[in-house]
């Protein structure tokens, strides 16, 4: 199974990458017996990655890392690298790989002191890989600071050095950055091939794939959420329920307070499952004894860690806020396209009688002033606002039409 498998309806970007990870493959082939290198190479020391949320931003750019770091003996027969088996393949998909560095938003934004060991690194030779990869994930969250770290490490990179920065789209990163980039943007993968996805790498049944991958809209990683969790699946009906309940102020208020109460727990379950082994791992790294006090002068990088564990928790509640919000946008765009007769595909079909019960009973001027509350939600969340705040206000203007 080749690391390109995991990349769902985007055949030419896999294209792309491929071609280059050859190319890269033959760099280090040519520079490790004293070769000439080739002179033409579609391998390059930086790589942008853009689409829309679901398209597979960072599992194109880890599938290219795999690729980049593959070991498998069959690419001196002319294999191509990227195999999905060998040890390099495996531990960078894996994100366990010693050269692949992973630097992800913890919080609303990537702070320099985040990045600064990680610059540093870039400019060290691989320890046991074939390339030094730093792979951002959030590259739209780099605040000025960051960023300008990044971008004197993009500038002048180390001979290995490989960088693969991901973001929504090429105008959330500096221009300074991206200019010095090779650019990808991939495409939100259709229906069918996220459907066809799930069949075959999950196993899950086809009735249950479709219905994940329509109710979606191509939304890969969340497809499959829903296709292999009960609880994202009931977390999800809830949501469609909400908008035949907001016939008075108090329903709205307490369906808000519901949405935050929800997206709460979901990162309160992941803050029990990551920040003990965390806090454990950490604890044992400064020498403290199973139980016992920790040495002297270890107390700020503990606090270090607990503020780090505390925006990631904030993060996780808007992270979780957002999935509700783009359900919410789905339905209400389901009524659109039924107030205007038009033939798109609607994507909540279990819950056509709602949708059709909401269709009868406003217009279409009201249902795109609700599509525009929601979206003024999302902003309001992006800025800081308290999540209760920001959508109590939506819920309200919801119901008003």
């Not at 994940?212 to 890969?220: I, K, L, P």
């Not at 007769?341 to 002033?369: C, F, K, M, Q």
Request: with cysteine; glycine share 6%; proline share 4%.
């Amino acid at each position: 199974m080749s690391v390109w498998d995991d990349l769902v309806g985007q055949e030419k970007v896999s294209a792309v990458l491929d071609a280059a990870a050859r190319d890269a493959d033959a760099l280090v082939t040519a520079a490790a017996a004293d070769e000439p290198l080739p002179e033409a190479s579609k391998m390059t020391h930086a790589w942008l990655f853009t689409g829309p949320p679901g398209a597979g931003r960072n599992q194109a750019a880890r599938a290219f890392a795999a690729a980049l770091q593959c070991v498998s003996p069959d690419r001196a027969l002319g294999g191509t690298p990227g195999c999905g088996f060998c040890d390099g393949c495996h531990t960078a998909l894996l994100g366990t790989h010693a050269d692949v560095t992973t630097v992800a938003a913890v919080g609303a934004e990537i702070l320099v002191k985040d990045m600064r060991d990680t610059v540093r690194k870039s400019f060290t030779a691989p320890a046991s890989g074939r390339w030094q990869i730093i792979l951002v994930e959030d590259a739209e969250r780099l605040n000025e600071k960051s960023a300008n770290a990044v971008l004197k490490a993009v500038e002048e990179p180390a001979p290995r050095t490989v960088w693969l920065l991901c973001a929504p789209s090429i105008e959330d990163v500096l221009p300074t950055i991206r200019s010095r980039c090779r650019h990808l943007n991939l495409r939100t993968p259709s229906v069918e091939a996220v459907a066809d996805m799930l069949v075959r790498r999950d196993g899950i049944e086809p009735e249950v794939a479709a219905s994940a991958a329509r109710a979606t809209q191509g939304h890969v990683d969340r497809a499959r959420r829903l296709a292999t969790d009960p609880a994202a699946r009931e977390r999800r009906a809830a949501v469609l329920k909400l908008p035949l309940r907001l016939d008075e102020v108090g329903a709205c208020l307490k369906a808000a307070q519901e949405l935050v109460d929800a997206a709460a727990e979901d990162a309160k379950q992941l803050a029990e499952e990551m920040d003990g082994k965390e806090t454990e791992e950490l604890k044992a790294a400064l020498g403290a004894a199973q139980g016992g006090r920790l040495p002297r002068g270890t107390a700020g990088v503990m606090k270090d860690l607990e503020d780090m564990q505390k925006r990631r928790r904030t993060r996780t509640q808007r992270d979780s806020l957002d999935v509700a919000l783009g359900d919410l946008t789905a339905f209400y765009r389901d009524v659109l396209a039924l107030q205007l007769g038009t033939r798109v595909a609607l994507a909540n079909t279990d819950a056509e009688d709602a949708l059709e019960r909401l269709a009868r009973a406003s217009t279409p001027e009201s249902t795109l002033r609700r599509i525009e509350a929601i979206a003024a939600c999302r902003e309001a969340l992006d800025r800081n606002v308290a999540p209760l705040l920001a959508v109590e206000a939506m819920t309200m203007a919801l119901r008003a039409g």
